[in-house]
């Protein structure tokens, strides 16, 4: 029902064609390689590919597509991994519909559109986090053994415990299910 209020209130703009409108990320990474618009309008969290990862691999394969994230979501790890994503706008869903219709044009100059107050997070608590450590705690988070990520990631069983180890350090956890709820919380898985 939003994804749909969102795109009659874009249609609304003059200036504004709104090319589809999907269901999850594995659809909009379709229609974005197949269609590549100018802009895609997501959210971080869906089904399928996540909004970061649809960044991310628009970003890898040299699409001219820019991302704009309309989201709940106003953690300070999910704006930094968005910005380090390439993700030019990011703002909440409570926007108004004048703002959102701004925020796509700005995007679409290939400018950045970060609502104010979301802008100072990003300054407030860096992501200590490197990618592996990410992947490895969401593997933990979802119940995989040591042994069982490490086949998962292609890694050691050492080299999985020291990535725990190092997580845990940086988010001052005392055991990896406190990491990885500290890190969910903060945004950053």
């Known amino acids: 029902m939003l994804r749909g209020a969102l795109a009659t209130l874009l249609s609304l703009a003059d200036d504004i064609e709104i090319i589809d409108d999907v269901s999850d990320g594995d659809a909009a990474w379709q229609l974005v390689r197949e269609q590549e618009p100018d802009v895609l309008v997501t959210d971080i969290e869906m089904p399928g590919r996540t909004g970061i990862d649809l960044a991310q691999s628009i970003r890898s394969h040299n699409l001219s597509t820019r991302v704009l994230f309309v989201t709940t979501v106003s953690l300070p790890g999910?704006?930094?991994?968005?910005?380090?994503?390439?993700?030019?706008?990011?703002?909440?869903?409570?926007?108004?519909?004048?703002?959102?219709?701004?925020?796509?044009?700005v995007v679409a100059r290939g400018e950045r559109h970060v609502a104010t107050d979301l802008a100072e997070l990003a300054w407030t608590a860096p992501d200590p986090l490197s990618d592996r450590e990410r992947q490895v705690l969401r593997l933990a988070e979802a119940g995989l053994t040591n042994k069982q990520i490490a086949s998962e990631l292609s890694?050691?069983?050492g080299t999985v415990r020291n990535y725990l180890t190092d997580a845990m350090h940086k988010l001052n956890a005392a055991n990896r299910i406190e990491a990885f709820r500290s890190a969910r919380e903060l945004g950053w898985l």
């Open 78 to 105: 999910y704006l930094q991994r968005a910005l380090q994503a390439g993700v030019l706008g990011y703002i909440l869903k409570d926007t108004s519909s004048h703002e959102l219709a701004n925020a796509v044009r």
């Open 155 to 157: 890694l050691s069983v």
